[in-house]
C-alpha cells in the first residue's frame, strides 16, 4: 500500500523566513494530496491541497508543490509568523476506490520571533 | 467550514472496561473516519463508513468496534480495553473518498 515519509520531524526557522516541508510518497497512482496544520492539544484543521493535475497551487502564503515524477510534494510558508508553529502534516490519497488518506508522521515547525 | 464534534473530549477508563467514543457530523457527509494518534507514527485509520449501517476495518481495526447508527454518527467502541488503546482518537468526515477530511477536535483516552 501506499506510504507516505515526512522527511523533517522538526523544523525551526526565524519569523519573517521561510519553511519548507518536503514528503515522498510510494504509489504512482496518488493523485490528492492534502496538508494539515495540528496546534498544540487541538483536532488536524485542513490548510491546503494539490492535485495531480497540477503542480504548483498557492493560498496567500501557503504554496505547494508537486513533483510526480520524483513522488514528492512540499509545503512552503512564506513570511512565517508564531502563529504558524504547529505540527504540520502531509498526507496522499491513490484514488478510483481507495478510501483513506495516508498520513505523514508530521513536522513540528517553530517559529521564533 | 465542515462541523464534527466529539464526545467525551478525553476519558479515563479500567482495563477490561468497555469504551464508546461519539463522533457528530453536520456537514451532511457519506464518508466518516476514526483515527487514533500515537506519538511517531502519525495517524492510523482504524475504522470508517461511506453509509449509515454499514462499517468498513481500516489498517488497524484490532479491538475496535464501530457503528454508524445515521449519517450524522459514527461510534467507536473498545469492547475490552487495554493499556496498549492509550491514544488520542480523532474522528473525521468527508463528502466523497477523495474529497478533503475535516477533523473532529479528538478524544484523549487513557487506560489504566
Known amino acids: 500500500g501506499e506510504k507516505v515519509e515526512q522527511h523533517e520531524s522538526t523544523l525551526s526557522v526565524r519569523e519573517g523566513d521561510s519553511a519548507v516541508i518536503n514528503c515522498t510518497y510510494t504509489d504512482t497512482a496518488s493523485s490528492y494530496f492534502p496538508w494539515y496544520k495540528q496546534e498544540a492539544g487541538k483536532g488536524l484543521h485542513f490548510v491546503i491541497d494539490i492535485r495531480s493535475n497540477v503542480d504548483r497551487k498557492q493560498s496567500q502564503r501557503l504554496i505547494v508543490l508537486l513533483d510526480k515524477k520524483a513522488k514528492r510534494f512540499s509545503l512552503h510558508i512564506t513570511a512565517t509568523q508564531p502563529e504558524d508553529s504547529a505540527i504540520y502534516f502531509c498526507a496522499a490519497h491513490s484514488g478510483g476506490s481507495n478510501y483513506k488518506l495516508t498520513f505523514g508522521k508530521g513536522t513540528l515547525l517553530t517559529v521564533t520571533p | 467550514e465542515a462541523a464534527v464534534t466529539q464526545s467525551p473530549r478525553s476519558k479515563v477508563a479500567v482495563t477490561g472496561g468497555k469504551v464508546t467514543l461519539s463522533c457528530h457530523q453536520t456537514n451532511n457527509h457519506d464518508y466518516m473516519y476514526w483515527y487514533r494518534q500515537d506519538t511517531g507514527h502519525g495517524l492510523r485509520l482504524i475504522h470508517y463508513s461511506y453509509v449509515a449501517d454499514s462499517t468498513e476495518k481500516g489498517d488497524i481495526p484490532d479491538g475496535y468496534k464501530a457503528s454508524r447508527p445515521s449519517q450524522e454518527n459514527f461510534s467507536l467502541i473498545l469492547e475490552l480495553a487495554s493499556l496498549s488503546q492509550t491514544a488520542v482518537y480523532f474522528c473525521?468526515?468527508?463528502?466523497?473518498?477523495?474529497?478533503?477530511?475535516?477533523f473532529g477536535p479528538g478524544t484523549r483516552l487513557l487506560v489504566l
Open positions: 473525521a468526515s468527508s463528502d466523497d473518498r477523495g474529497d478533503t477530511q475535516y
